[in-house]
């Protein structure tokens, strides 16, 4: 039958420009994890038909998603790799490696940094990720032409490594990063607390909970998701998946022991402790739409007047939209990547 051919890696689509393979690690990193979740990951990758070396892009999925979803083929409209391969052709996407990196937990995310009550998932991307690239592709090794993206938990975990980790990553772009958590999260975590309270304030209990399908019942499901998990990654407790809730269950009123653990991990705060990294960077980008659902403008505004006052040079956009336009948002990021990289 010769209308019928067995391919390397199945695509529902055909791209013009890449090659499509995926990086399966066995994460040392996320071995053990509190939450029993894979430590072998797979991560899509995107590479050019050209000779290297290539610049590298990493992309960071946003929270109960996961960058590797961004290969599912969409009705009726292209998904994220027939974009860039489009944009590609048309000049406004960088010839790179784009690397998809799986870091999906069983909460839905993992802010892509280091918790004992979700795992390791900073230290399997820089620690483990990162050279694996580097020693399976010819790639680029100047930090100057490694960038990390993402939206929203993506937009977060951009500016939380590239900020950290200036000589990984050269440049960051974050759209409607997590932020500004007084205004961001707090109607979640009101939200979730009477779920808190009948679960035994227990966060090991929420898990099987969760696993069983419980959860999931309660029509605001996902903003029990989000206070949940944003617990479990802000204040974990001890190394089992517990962790610390940041409101008190009979007063609502914020705990501040744990809610300045969260405070410590906002981009507020983390920026401002790291502006020396943030003056390394060769490129920074961030951009929200102005009718962000969860108030993600009003960090997004502060982080770039931070940005200013330490003299740090980066790319600020607002747009008329929402906090679920961001798939829309992110050629505006390989376009702004294109030109520096030219």
């Known amino acids: 039958m010769k209308h019928i051919e067995v391919q390397q890696n199945y695509r529902a ?51 109960s998603g996961n960058a590797p979803f961004y290969f599912n083929a969409k009705f009726n409209e292209q998904n994220t790799i027939q ?28 802010q892509f940094i280091n918790s004992t009550a979700v795992g390791n998932y900073e230290d399997y991307i ?4 990162v050279p694996a690239i580097k020693a399976h592709y010819l790639v680029e090794a100047n930090p100057q032409h490694w960038c990390v993206m993402g939206g929203s938990s993506g937009g977060y975990g951009a500016l939380h490594l590239a900020s950290k980790y200036p000589d990984v990553f050269g440049y960051a772009a974050a759209i409607a990063p997590d932020s500004f958590f007084e205004a961001s999260i707090t109607h979640d975590l009101y939200q ?36 949940f998990g ?36 906002d981009p507020l705060h983390f920026l401002k402790e790291r502006t020396e990294n ?30 200013n006052t330490a003299k740090i040079p980066h790319d600020y956009v607002e747009f008329d939209g ?3 336009d961001i798939g829309e948002r992110r050629p505006e990021v390989w376009k702004w990547l294109s030109s520096m990289w030219r």
């Not at 509190?34 to 590479?47: A, E, M, V």
């Not at 974009?83 to 993992?110: H, K, M």
């Not at 929420?206 to 903003?223: D, P, Q, V």
């Open 13 to 63: 689509y055909d791209v013009t420009n890449f090659k499509i393979e995926t990086l399966k690690l066995q994460s040392e990193s996320l071995k053990n994890n509190p939450l029993r979740d894979p430590y072998t990951r797979y991560n899509p990758l995107l590479i050019p038909n050209t000779a290297g070396p290539w610049p590298v892009v990493f992309v960071l999925g946003g929270f």
């Open 278 to 307: 943030l003056k390394k960077l060769s490129g920074l980008y961030l951009d929200v739409g102005i009718k962000d659902n969860f108030n993600l403008q009003y960090g997004c505004r502060q982080i770039t007047a931070l940005l």
């Open 192 to 227: 979730a607390l009477p779920v808190w309270e009948k679960y035994g304030q227990s966060g090991l209990r929420l898990i099987e909970e969760l696993r069983n399908g419980k959860l999931t019942k309660f029509k605001n499901w996902h903003s029990l998701l989000n206070a």
């Open 230 to 265: 944003m617990s479990a990654c802000y204040s974990p407790k001890g190394e089992h998946g517990d962790f610390h809730y940041p409101l008190d269950p009979k007063t609502g009123e914020k705990i501040p022991e744990v809610w300045n653990e969260w405070l410590k991990k």
């Open 126 to 129: 820089v620690r483990e990720l």
């Open 322 to 324: 929402n906090h679920f």
């Open 83 to 110: 974009g860039i391969d489009q944009a590609f052709t048309r000049g406004e996407a960088p010839e790179a490696l784009y690397v998809f990196v799986d870091a999906l937990s069983t909460w839905g995310g993992s």
